[in-house]
């Protein structure tokens, strides 16, 4: 099981989602998608390759990269895709299943 940190957040404790899996980071702290998206994509093709229903994305940082993520995340599971949620009343991550097949 992985985590899939989408962008690096520095500063922010991160370690609870470690529960769900080994944290891997998409992007680092200061890479955004701008002007073209090419180089994101095919970073996040490379590393999102073996996406499973094992496997969970936490959506933190660059919007673009969150979209990009989950697009690819969906297409390499035959549309389904985990999510980490962060609860800041209950201070915890909750998991969230996506179905993209009716």
Request: proline share 4%; glycine share 4%; aromatic share 10%.
């Amino acid at each position: 099981m992985t985590v899939f940190i989408v962008q690096e957040m520095r500063g922010r404790d991160i370690t609870d989602a470690a529960e769900f899996g080994d944290l891997e980071i998409l992007l680092p702290a200061k890479e955004q998608a701008s002007f073209s998206t090419q180089p994101t994509v095919r970073k996040m093709i490379r590393k999102l390759s073996k996406f499973t229903d094992e496997d969970y994305l936490l959506l933190a940082g660059d919007p673009a990269g969150i979209a990009i993520a989950a697009a690819l995340a969906a297409q390499n599971n035959m549309g389904r895709f985990k999510v980490l949620k962060w609860d800041r009343l209950e201070q915890q991550y909750y998991p969230l299943e996506v179905n993209l097949n009716f």
